[in-house]
């Protein structure tokens, strides 16, 4: 053999290896990404409970959302069969609550929030569907960053608050229940800890910008109050 020979199989030969280091630490780094699935939700449903807790003031939202993120925190372990798929009971927990907060819409209302609860649903379900057929996007991206849209989306499409957190909920659980349709030859827990993440993160942020939003009103208004003062003065 040649000496040009043996540099072109020495150089094909490192690709080799590069390559297959690569898939390596592509395929490790993927498993560590679904070993941390789960953390995000906890921390995020006790930084919600701290804050519900000690922040808010005492009345009956504040001792319903407190009881409520508990419930939602003990009861994201437990799992019921039903037609042979595996549902986090965490999941429909927070399904009718969503549902709960519809209760007082009209029908206009109620009819929109349905088209919203689609369009997130179809959102969240695509989503999952790219990364199950394109898993390498996990290199360059993190999970959350998937929540992103569905945040915009939320928050373009619904109003007020808690229409908002209902669309939310609402919608990504429909979207879970397609993805699972979608995986039916395969094995997939409905409402798994790769969901609560997303739906943690999800309604953190709607809450955060709520809350950024009415400090900055309050302040707005104070300032405005404070500027007629001077002026009647």
């Not at 053999?1 to 690569?22: N, P, R, W, Y």
């Not at 999800?202 to 002026?231: D, E, G, N, P």
Request: hydrophobic residues 55%.
């Amino acid at each position: 053999m040649t000496l040009e020979g043996a540099l072109f199989h020495s150089s094909k030969t490192k690709k080799a290896i590069l390559g297959c280091l690569f898939f390596k630490n592509s395929f490790h780094t993927v498993t560590e990404v679904r070993r941390l699935d789960g953390i995000l939700f906890y921390w995020l449903s006790w930084c919600g409970w701290v804050t519900v807790f000690f922040l808010m003031k005492k009345g009956r939202e504040r001792t319903f959302l407190a009881i409520n993120l508990l419930m939602v925190i003990s009861l994201s372990q437990q799992h019921i069969t039903i037609f042979h798929e595996q549902i986090n009971i965490a999941f429909l927990y927070v399904l009718l609550l969503a549902f709960f907060f519809l209760k007082r819409l009209t029908v206009m209302v109620l009819l929109y929030q349905m088209m919203c609860f689609m369009i997130i649903g179809m959102a969240y379900f695509l989503e999952n569907l790219y990364l199950l057929i394109d898993p390498a996007i996990l290199l360059l991206i993190s999970p959350w960053m998937l929540c992103i849209p569905l945040f915009f989306i939320c928050q373009f499409l619904a109003k007020g608050f808690r229409q908002r957190v209902s669309a939310a909920i609402i919608g990504m659980c429909l979207g879970e229940l397609l993805y699972a349709l979608a995986l039916e030859p395969l094995e997939h827990r409905i409402g798994g800890p790769e969901f609560l993440d997303h739906f943690a993160l999800t309604v953190a942020l709607i809450a955060v910008y709520h809350s950024l939003q009415h400090a900055l009103f309050r302040l707005k208004a104070q300032y405005t109050l404070q500027a007629q003062k001077r002026i009647s003065k």
